[in-house]
């Protein structure tokens, strides 16, 4: 079936090499979606698809007296290690809301009430959906010992190459953001941790606070004191400023994490001053000029919202981060599926976004702090409508990418780990 494909491919990709900011009317919406369509991995994809892996909601929580804070956990404390804190609030007048995004395959969460001094007072478990509790004379669950608490981590894994496909292994670049609370409720904590490099071209990255103007955000500070590109050696093209808050094209608020994903991971130059770019922690083996293993870089972003109100507003649906890729001279921005047309920094469509709409994502969003992702040039799954064959590391993300409303766990279940990182 793709094999009759491939002349035409290769001219849609002559086509769209041709096709710059100046000459959008060289460009053929019919032959791209086709270019597309024979470079993804999946045949026939649900056309309707979402790349949603996330659902979110809200709980309002009525407190007797001795509860001082209130916590929405995924799992029980008191019986699971995997139990993360989705949303975290102070009690003000004897109750709160709690917003918070969590997997869409979690049905079943967890209440933890706290007392002033911090010590758990115990769980009560509530359905997705549920939108009121009251805690006044309900006996909290405090059974067995409590497990550590992790704060909620997501996974974003990006490919670097939009508008043209790349080979969907999305690893190109892969963040885990995580969520922290503080006794300040106007105060968000981001932990962003760079993992991979997967590709040899510059990568910038930023997060999009969906929703939220610049003039919600009072300030913005790196709690480690240094910015993640510390000393680039370069001047700063991609994202034209070393302030963390920045404004967006539209007003909204932005916070510019860094201008070279390769600088942040392994601060080395070649001879004549450029970076010295590799893939980085996405091969198992080293080769010279090539592929090399990079300690992940971590830094913790402290955001300060001009209210509490604000503030408990920022679940993660809410949080966009993108990468900014160099493709035929121009600058694009690669965003989540959500946002896949917001122009942040860069004036890129000029009216045509609708161009680029084929139903494919070039980023991921996966709710697991720990998502093993794809060794270099492997699909996290593929189907072949010939052969009917699935294949790859994640063959349920075939079928889930066939089907938007099943295999909705792929992430969790691998089928060849050792195709992964």
């Not at 809410?318 to 900014?324: A, E, L, S, V, Y």
Request: overall charge negative; hydrophobic content about 35%; charged content about 20%.
């Amino acid at each position: 079936m793709k094999q009759k494909h491939i002349l035409l491919t290769l001219g849609a990709l002559m086509l769209l090499g041709m096709t710059s900011c100046k000459e959008k009317n060289l460009f053929n919406k019919e032959i791209y979606d086709q270019m597309v369509d024979f470079k993804f991995m999946v045949d026939n994809m649900d056309r309707s698809h979402d790349w949603q892996l996330i659902k979110n909601g809200s709980v309002m929580v009525k407190t007797p007296d001795n509860v001082s804070r209130l916590q929405v956990l995924t799992a029980d404390p008191y019986s699971s290690p995997k139990a993360e804190i989705a949303a975290e609030v102070g009690c003000v007048d004897g109750q709160a809301t709690l917003n918070y995004s969590i997997p869409t395959i979690t049905d079943m969460l967890y209440l933890a009430a706290l007392a002033s001094d911090g010590t758990h007072l115990g769980v009560v478990p509530f359905q997705y959906d549920t939108q009121e509790i009251d805690l006044r004379g309900v006996a909290l669950q405090n059974s067995g010992q409590l497990r550590t608490i992790s704060p909620q981590t997501f996974s974003y894994l990006y490919e670097a190459t939009f508008p043209e496909p790349g080979d969907f292994d999305y690893n190109d670049l892969v963040l885990r953001i995580s969520k922290h609370y503080t006794s300040d409720p106007t105060l968000v904590l981001l932990t962003v941790k760079v993992d991979a490099v997967g590709i040899q071209k510059q990568v910038a990255a930023a997060i999009q606070l969906a929703g939220f103007r610049y003039e919600d955000v009072t300030s913005v500070s790196i709690l480690e004191g240094d910015i993640m590109d510390k000393n680039y050696p370069l001047p700063r093209r991609y994202i034209n400023s070393d302030l963390q808050l920045m404004r967006g094209r539209s007003g909204q608020a932005v916070i510019s994490l860094f201008e070279d994903a390769h600088w942040v991971m392994n601060k080395e130059k070649e001879s004549d001053g450029s970076i010295y770019r590799r893939v980085l922690n996405t091969s198992k083996i080293e080769t010279e000029n090539y592929s090399s293993f990079a300690d992940p870089v971590t830094a913790t972003f402290c955001i300060n919202f001009k209210s509490a109100e604000l503030a408990q507003k920022l679940t993660f649906d809410k949080m966009d981060p993108f990468i900014i890729e160099e493709y035929n001279g121009g600058l694009w921005e690669v965003h989540t599926y959500a946002h896949k047309f917001d122009e942040v920094l860069k004036d890129i469509y000029h009216g045509q976004a609708s161009a680029y709409d084929n139903h494919v994502s070039w980023c991921l969003t996966i709710p697991k702090s720990d998502f093993r992702y794809p060794i270099e040039n492997m699909s996290l799954g593929t189907y072949n409508s010939d052969t009917k064959a699935v294949f790859g590391p994640y063959e349920n993300f075939a079928r889930w990418i066939q089907d938007h409303t099943s295999y909705l766990d792929w992430y969790l279940n691998p089928t060849i780990p050792q195709q992964l990182y």
